[in-house]
């Protein structure tokens, strides 16, 4: 009997990913459908930097440094804000809770020594 229910959950789940990747390409071929397809040309293949003319070639190399400052802002940002929550519930979720987010900070703590120590944070032009 646990084995029809686990099957029908499964269909349930593969059921609503049809639906929903259903939904994502109807949305396409309506908009599609709608607007049709124009071509790019003229303004359309200009790099847009807010209307202004482009001085020089827009074909710059970015460096690497950049992506690896988002990436760790973005993870000392997730790291706030699942520390936010915690806060509250600190009172009941007793020594498990302050050892569990205790390992948490430091793992993140090691990343960022780890981060620090390979020179990441040193900015380069």
Do not use: C, N
Not at 52 to 62: A, D, L, M, N, P
């Amino acid at each position: 009997m646990q084995y029809q229910a686990q099957l029908e959950a499964a269909l349930l789940v593969a059921a609503f990913a049809v639906v929903g990747v259903l939904i994502v390409y109807a949305t396409i071929l309506l908009s599609r459908l709608l607007v049709g397809t124009r071509p790019k040309t003229g303004a359309k293949l200009e790099v847009y930097e807010s209307g202004e003319v482009t001085i020089g070639t827009t074909e710059v190399r970015v460096s690497v440094h950049y992506y690896l400052y988002a990436l760790l802002f973005l993870i000392f940002d997730v790291e706030a804000a699942l520390l936010f929550p915690w806060a509250p519930a600190f009172d009941k979720l007793g020594w498990l809770g302050v050892i569990e987010v205790t390992v948490f900070v430091a793992i993140l703590a090691a990343g960022l020594a780890y981060a620090w120590l390979r020179g990441v944070l040193k900015w380069v032009f």
